[in-house]
């Protein structure tokens, strides 16, 4: 899980806000351009990559995931339209169940029990092995185990995908991984960096 920095709302967004709010319009009447311009600021600021499981994420295959959820036990409503509450989560979906990240955390919130990919720090709670497993950093985090099972971050498909990303680079001098790691082309950043910073930095 790679930290996110937000930054700015769109000016779009803002401006829709600002007009509709006031008429008692929600995040459900977000439509069209709108929400295109949102979904597509969300991705760019986290550089194409899942706020959680870091594979490569675009307009087809990903969503705008709030991370305290709009219902459920402990929702929050009132954050809806909270830039600071949006991410961009891989959507696709197995035999139409959820598989992982955001689709799969639905409407399960708990804040003592998932770690943010807002918060610093986030990043040196888990920890990669070269078979591409995820784990937390500490044994005893019971948090990290907690956000990992709800996110779905070691099933075997990421497994299989982190592994896959480590074997692409692994060859290469750690100073040359390194420069892709800080030079994201088109700033899209390499899927699974945090993986291949960890290991092969």
Same mark, same amino acid.
């Given at each position: ?15 829709? $806000? ?62 809806? #339209? ?15 169940? /959820?598989?992982?990240?955001?689709? #799969? ?14 918060? /610093? ?27 990992? %099972?709800? #996110?779905?971050? %070691?099933?075997? $498909? ?7 990303? #480590?074997?692409?680079?692994? %060859? ?6 390194? $420069? ?17 910073? $960890?290991?092969?930095?």
């Amino acid at each position: 899980m790679k930290q996110i920095t937000k930054s700015s709302e769109p000016a779009l967004f803002s401006d829709w $806000k600002q007009q509709n709010i006031p008429l008692g319009m929600g995040y459900g009447d977000l439509h069209g351009n709108v929400k295109g311009v949102l979904h597509a600021a969300i991705m760019q600021e986290q550089g194409w990559i899942c706020c959680y499981c870091e594979d490569r994420i675009g307009q087809d295959d990903s969503h705008i995931d709030h991370f305290c959820p709009q219902k459920g036990v402990n929702a929050c409503p009132n954050q809806t #339209l909270d830039y600071q509450n949006l991410l961009a989560s891989w959507q696709r979906t197995v035999l139409k169940r /959820p598989e992982r990240c955001g689709m #799969l955390k639905g409407d399960w919130f708990n804040v003592t029990l998932l770690i943010s990919p807002l918060n /610093p720090g986030c990043e040196n709670r888990f920890r990669y092995a070269a078979d591409g497993a995820i784990s937390p950093a500490n044994p005893q985090d019971q948090v990290a185990r907690v956000t990992i %099972d709800k #996110l779905g971050l %070691d099933i075997d $498909k990421l497994r299989a995908l982190r592994a896959s990303a #480590l074997q692409a680079l692994e %060859d290469l001098p750690r100073d040359k991984v390194q $420069k892709i790691l800080d030079h994201p082309i088109s700033g899209q950043f390499q899927p699974f960096y945090t993986t291949i910073r $960890k290991l092969l930095t």
